[in-house]
């Protein structure tokens, strides 16, 4: 083949993108050009030949020209769902990133570069499987991590460059998110090593940096930055930690002092996220303001493997660890032991079993009674093992204690697990632990459906509007004590002011799901009043909690200014809940006292090296605007389970959610063909767009991408929905 003859050497032809995928598709003898096009190659199963072709001639042809004309025709396919698997089955996005290499001295692969990047974002948004954008990330973080440097100085196309660099990113990052859920393992090393998450957190905290920019700095760029970041933090603390001179840790904290209620959100939530175990490692193990929440709702309903219970293949050698080989056969022949050894003779563990249970059930008799205080008078140390646990339990079941025997078993499961975020220790064995209680709570909810307590457990450290009627349901139910209602508070207030941080991070919400966010953190507000004058019967422990999220809420509310002389009142009490709990040695929640310790510790020096920034930031129109918008009496929200719409792709944001240089820039340098602008069908359980879905053989009112999203939607709802022929008898 003449490449010269198809690319030919005028730059003049170059910048006509659509004439180069035409003299592409002339050359392959293939047609791209509308939906009708695409509808005749999946009638004709034709996709696998037109991407071997594509693939072919990416091999053979060395002309940018050629290169830019097959990179527009990818871009085009990745709108048809179907197309796109078949593009990523053999391998062309390869191709595309490829495109990013091109050394630019070459006349063309300028461009090439340019449309490459508008292509990679394309695939991004467009990922027809969450495992096609995992791999994606997996090749492209590190590529566009470097080019970042390139596009924030000077250029006639960088700006927009840099926005569409950075909104690849964001989505890479949120879609890592779902890894662990999805894989049911860690994001192996070497390809967390493959991410470079350090090098990206230093390359986007270097764009904020005021002094060192050639261009003035935008607000969107500081708004995907730092949600960026945010998502780091989330995924890998260790890429932020470890950057000189404190420098990522200290952006949060001068953050948190921000005049934009959206930044100072970050900048808590970033500090969260710092200080919890990690996503990419431990998953979403029940976590103070989980920011995957929002991006997840609705997905779990067309992916059953973000579901949050996860299948426990190894379950009964897990029991076994936990509570000894008789709990965990409970049809052995023998039964188990009721005894246990202890302070050098035998002991019935019917009393501490009971007594543990009257803890977690009714809250502690005396002031200085807890778990440790227990353990130690018992068992004679704090720390028991797996056999003195199945004797517990065992005795229980032998008094058909069988209610108080699954509180126990659950309870002891919790308190391990706190302990291993604690350490950061095993985060491996910490996720099982995790599905395991929520098994164990799902089951308690089933089981028991009169009972209070697994109402409150399902509650327990996570975030979401969904937990809302469980918490009513502990709260209202006559068996409960006060202790256990006070408890389901507690959760409460942690929930909602998880539900308010996350709705008011996200991004590009509407202003309506911010204030919904507002109204959220302003409720845990009032409770958080109320718990430390006595209006709660909540222990020390919880209370100083309480102290705590009072300044936090406090500190995202009212847009406070670097001074902190005018809030000395509850500043004063949150250094001392924060000295109390550290002095009592209290391990709960670590990562918000952490995070609030950060803020307090670290104020001066963030406003050291990031005050230009801060400052900056009051300049912004954006800001301003938001500022009116925020500032407003509490919005009205018809119920606080409503969600965020969310694209049913993985819950990444939207293909038009982009900043709008990005968009520009997409409608100067993309193909305008009918294919990339007609509205295609959606799969009816999966939503992706194709025209080759096929029709229901029944009803012929819903369509589906293959065998397994009809099969998922027949098993979900279409069962009772479809008109299915009559059986003849």
Same mark, same amino acid.
């Given at each position: 083949?003449?490449?010269?003859?198809?690319?030919?050497?005028?730059?003049?032809?170059?910048?006509?993108?659509?004439?180069?995928?035409?003299?592409?598709?002339?050359?392959?003898?293939?047609?791209?050009?509308?939906?009708?096009?695409?509808?005749?190659?999946?009638?004709?199963?034709?996709?696998?030949?037109?991407?071997?072709?594509?693939?072919?001639?990416?091999?053979?042809?060395?002309?940018?020209?050629?290169?830019?004309?097959?990179?527009?025709?990818?871009?085009?396919?990745?709108?048809?769902?179907?197309?796109?698997?078949?593009?990523?089955?053999?391998?062309?996005?390869?191709?595309?990133?490829?495109?990013?290499?091109?050394?630019?001295?070459?006349?063309?692969?300028?461009?090439?570069?340019?449309?490459?990047?508008?292509?990679?974002?394309?695939?991004?948004?467009?990922?027809?499987?969450?495992?096609?954008?995992?791999?994606?990330?997996?090749?492209?973080?590190?590529?566009?991590?470097?080019?970042?440097?390139?596009?924030?100085?000077?250029?006639?196309?960088?700006?927009?460059?840099?926005?569409?660099?950075?909104?690849?990113?964001?989505?890479?990052?949120?879609?890592?998110?779902?890894?662990?859920?999805?894989?049911?393992?860690?994001?192996?090393?070497?390809?967390?090593?493959?991410?470079?998450?350090?090098?990206?957190?230093?390359?986007?905290?270097?764009?904020?940096?005021?002094?060192?920019?050639?261009?003035?700095?935008?607000?969107?760029?500081?708004?995907?930055?730092?949600?960026?970041?945010?998502?780091?933090?989330?995924?890998?603390?260790?890429?932020?930690?470890?950057?000189?001179?404190?420098?990522?840790?200290?952006?949060?904290?001068?953050?948190?002092?921000?005049?934009?209620?959206?930044?100072?959100?970050?900048?808590?939530?970033?500090?969260?996220?710092?200080?919890?175990?990690?996503?990419?490692?431990?998953?979403?193990?029940?976590?103070?303001?989980?920011?995957?929440?929002?991006?997840?709702?609705?997905?779990?309903?067309?992916?059953?493997?973000?579901?949050?219970?996860?299948?426990?293949?190894?379950?009964?050698?897990?029991?076994?660890?936990?509570?000894?080989?008789?709990?965990?056969?409970?049809?052995?022949?023998?039964?188990?032991?009721?005894?246990?050894?202890?302070?050098?003779?035998?002991?019935?563990?019917?009393?501490?079993?009971?007594?543990?249970?009257?803890?977690?059930?009714?809250?502690?008799?005396?002031?200085?009674?807890?778990?440790?205080?227990?353990?130690?008078?018992?068992?004679?140390?704090?720390?028991?093992?797996?056999?003195?646990?199945?004797?517990?339990?065992?005795?229980?079941?032998?008094?058909?204690?069988?209610?108080?025997?699954?509180?126990?078993?659950?309870?002891?499961?919790?308190?391990?697990?706190?302990?291993?975020?604690?350490?950061?220790?095993?985060?491996?064995?910490?996720?099982?632990?995790?599905?395991?209680?929520?098994? !164990? /709570?799902?089951?308690?909810?089933? $089981?028991?459906?009169?009972? %209070?307590?697994?109402?409150? *457990? =399902? @509650?327990?450290?996570?975030?979401?509007?969904?937990?809302?009627?469980?918490?009513?349901?502990?709260?209202?139910?006559?068996?409960?004590?006060?202790?256990?209602?006070?408890?389901?508070?507690?959760?409460?207030?942690?929930?909602?002011?998880?539900?308010?941080?996350?709705?008011?991070?996200?991004?590009?919400?509407?202003?309506?799901?911010?204030?919904?966010?507002?109204?959220?953190?302003?409720?845990?507000?009032?409770?958080?009043?109320?718990?430390?004058?006595?209006?709660?019967?909540?222990?020390?422990?919880?209370?100083?909690?309480?102290?705590?999220?009072?300044?936090?809420?406090?500190?995202?509310?009212?847009?406070?200014?670097?001074?902190?002389?005018?809030?000395?009142?509850?500043?004063?009490?949150?250094?001392?809940? !924060? /000295?109390?709990?550290?002095?009592? $040695?209290?391990?709960?929640? %670590?990562?918000?006292?952490? *995070? =609030? @310790?950060?803020?307090?510790?670290?104020?001066?020096?963030?406003?050291?090296?990031?005050?230009?920034?801060?400052?900056?930031?009051?300049?912004?129109?954006?800001?301003?605007?938001?500022?009116?918008?925020?500032?407003?009496?509490?919005?009205?929200?018809?119920?606080?389970?409503?969600?965020?719409?969310?694209?049913?792709?993985?819950?990444?944001?939207?293909?038009?959610?982009?900043?709008?240089?990005?968009?520009?820039?997409?409608?100067?340098?993309?193909?305008?063909?009918?294919?990339?602008?007609?509205?295609?069908?959606?799969?009816?359980?999966?939503?992706?767009?194709?025209?080759?879905?096929?029709?229901?053989?029944?009803?012929?009112?819903?369509?589906?991408?293959?065998?397994?999203?009809?099969?998922?939607?027949?098993?979900?709802?279409?069962?009772?929905?479809?008109?299915?022929?009559?059986?003849?008898?």
């Amino acid at each position: 083949m003449n490449d010269q003859v198809l690319g030919g050497d005028s730059g003049e032809e170059l910048v006509w993108y659509d004439k180069l995928a035409d003299i592409v598709q002339k050359h392959l003898k293939i047609a791209l050009y509308t939906a009708r096009d695409v509808k005749r190659i999946h009638k004709k199963n034709m996709g696998a030949e037109v991407v071997r072709k594509l693939r072919l001639l990416s091999q053979e042809t060395k002309d940018p020209g050629l290169r830019i004309g097959i990179v527009v025709i990818i871009r085009n396919i990745t709108k048809d769902s179907i197309l796109a698997r078949e593009l990523y089955k053999q391998k062309l996005d390869d191709f595309v990133f490829k495109c990013l290499d091109f050394p630019p001295s070459i006349y063309g692969n300028t461009d090439l570069c340019k449309c490459a990047i508008l292509t990679i974002q394309e695939m991004a948004s467009q990922s027809p499987e969450i495992e096609y954008c995992h791999s994606l990330a997996l090749k492209g973080t590190a590529k566009f991590t470097r080019m970042i440097p390139d596009y924030v100085g000077e250029g006639e196309w960088h700006p927009q460059m840099l926005a569409s660099v950075l909104a690849t990113i964001q989505i890479y990052l949120v879609q890592l998110c779902s890894y662990r859920q999805l894989k049911g393992c860690p994001i192996p090393p070497a390809d967390l090593r493959a991410l470079k998450l350090r090098d990206l957190a230093n390359t986007l905290l270097g764009v904020l940096k005021i002094e060192d920019r050639e261009l003035p700095l935008e607000w969107s760029t500081v708004d995907m930055v730092t949600d960026c970041l945010t998502w780091i933090a989330y995924l890998q603390s260790s890429a932020i930690l470890s950057l000189p001179s404190n420098k990522g840790v200290l952006l949060f904290v001068a953050l948190c002092s921000s005049p934009s209620l959206i930044l100072r959100a970050r900048g808590f939530l970033g500090l969260v996220n710092l200080r919890h175990p990690d996503c990419a490692v431990y998953g979403r193990v029940g976590r103070f303001c989980d920011p995957h929440w929002p991006k997840s709702q609705g997905i779990e309903d067309f992916i059953p493997g973000l579901a949050e219970v996860e299948p426990l293949e190894d379950l009964p050698h897990l029991m076994a660890e936990l509570f000894g080989e008789g709990i965990a056969n409970d049809g052995a022949s023998e039964p188990p032991c009721t005894t246990f050894f202890a302070r050098g003779k035998v002991c019935d563990a019917f009393e501490p079993a009971m007594r543990l249970v009257k803890l977690e059930l009714d809250g502690p008799s005396e002031e200085d009674e807890s778990y440790e205080s227990l353990h130690k008078k018992f068992f004679g140390s704090v720390k028991i093992d797996s056999a003195i646990r199945g004797a517990m339990l065992a005795s229980l079941k032998a008094q058909e204690r069988y209610y108080e025997a699954d509180v126990l078993q659950l309870s002891i499961l919790m308190h391990q697990i706190d302990d291993l975020k604690r350490t950061g220790r095993t985060p491996e064995f910490a996720h099982k632990l995790y599905v395991l209680s929520r098994v !164990l /709570a799902r089951n308690g909810i089933q $089981r028991w459906p009169d009972m %209070p307590y697994f109402s409150y *457990a =399902i @509650t327990r450290s996570q975030t979401g509007a969904e937990y809302t009627d469980d918490m009513s349901r502990c709260m209202s139910n006559t068996s409960s004590s006060r202790y256990l209602v006070d408890l389901a508070i507690f959760e409460g207030i942690l929930n909602f002011s998880g539900i308010g941080l996350a709705k008011i991070c996200l991004y590009e919400a509407p202003d309506s799901y911010r204030l919904a966010g507002m109204d959220h953190v302003k409720s845990a507000r009032k409770l958080c009043i109320a718990a430390p004058t006595g209006g709660m019967h909540l222990g020390p422990m919880h209370q100083k909690i309480c102290v705590i999220l009072r300044f936090i809420t406090n500190q995202l509310l009212e847009n406070p200014s670097w001074d902190y002389n005018a809030r000395d009142s509850w500043l004063y009490e949150a250094r001392e809940a !924060l /000295a109390t709990l550290q002095d009592d $040695r209290y391990a709960t929640h %670590p990562e918000i006292r952490t *995070a =609030i @310790t950060d803020v307090i510790v670290h104020h001066k020096k963030a406003q050291k090296r990031w005050g230009l920034l801060v400052d900056e930031l009051g300049k912004f129109e954006e800001v301003i605007a938001d500022a009116k918008t925020f500032n407003c009496a509490p919005s009205e929200v018809e119920d606080e389970t409503e969600s965020l719409e969310v694209a049913p792709e993985a819950g990444d944001p939207k293909p038009d959610q982009t900043t709008v240089s990005s968009t520009d820039l997409k409608d100067n340098l993309s193909a305008k063909t009918d294919i990339y602008q007609a509205k295609l069908p959606r799969c009816s359980w999966c939503r992706k767009p194709s025209m080759g879905l096929k029709k229901c053989a029944n009803c012929g009112n819903v369509r589906y991408c293959n065998q397994t999203c009809q099969r998922n939607h027949w098993r979900g709802k279409h069962r009772k929905e479809c008109v299915s022929p009559e059986i003849a008898v």
